[in-house]
């Protein structure tokens, strides 16, 4: 069964700090990866995509398929970054997006 | 542009009741999923309909129903209502000819079943 599992409930890192917000996944096939944000008082929205390869806000996320990860990394972080992220995959073909439990990321001035 | 719309944004019902939920997709969107959230937890599938007919299903059981309509609105039903049915709901739209699985939530409904 696929799965989408992100290990850390709650990151705390201070501005300007490295974050690096977890992601592993199982699924036997070629999955697609994404990252959703939520900011407070605000829906849920596409913050990136792994076939994009892009970065977004600063943000970049690699698949690396040996180790089934797709962690999110920004080198500096911003206190506009603060908010809760969620790690989903869809099997390919099928519209279902799958979510793990979601990362809030807090960071302090 | 007009986004995802959900309605109603509250409601509060009694165990055994029936519910129902709706969403309006983003202009030009013709498929619509459902997604419960509980508390502290990541959204989970419940079903998405494209142009009217159901276009998988999550391990929902059949007293989560719904609907699509020729201007590809949505309902939710919920039948028999139980105290874990209590969460957030969210639709989410999307078109399968963009950027296919980008998909446009709603800002949710939150249900509370006492």
């Known amino acids: 069964a696929q799965r989408v599992t992100q290990p850390e409930k709650l990151l705390s890192v201070f501005k300007g700090a490295p974050v690096e917000l977890k992601c592993n996944y199982s699924?036997?096939?070629?999955?697609?990866l994404f990252w959703y944000v939520q900011y407070s008082r605000q829906r849920l929205q596409l913050l990136l995509r792994?076939?994009s390869r892009e970065s977004i806000k600063g943000f970049t996320a690699d698949l690396n398929k040996g180790e089934t990860s797709f962690h999110l990394k920004k080198p500096f972080a911003q206190e506009e970054d603060s908010a809760m992220y969620y790690c989903a995959l869809i099997r390919g073909g099928y519209n279902k997006l799958i979510f793990g439990a979601g990362t809030r990321l807090a960071v302090h001035p | 542009e007009t986004g995802v719309t959900q309605s109603p944004t509250h409601l509060i019902k009694t165990r055994g009741q029936q519910v129902t939920l709706r969403c309006s997709s983003q202009s030009g969107h013709n498929t619509v999923s459902w997604y419960q959230q509980a508390l502290g937890q990541g959204p989970q599938f419940i079903f998405q309909?494209?142009?009217?007919?159901?276009?998988g299903r999550g391990n929902f059981p059949p007293r989560f129903s719904g609907l699509q309509f020729p201007n590809y609105s949505s309902e939710l039903n919920v039948n028999a209502l139980e105290l874990d049915d209590s969460a957030l709901y969210l639709c989410a739209s999307s078109h399968p000819g963009e950027s296919t699985d980008t998909q446009y939530f709603g800002p949710g409904t939150r249900l509370t079943v006492l």
């Open positions: 309909y494209y142009r009217e007919e159901e276009n």
């Open positions: 699924y036997s096939g070629s999955p697609e």
């Open positions: 792994h076939i």
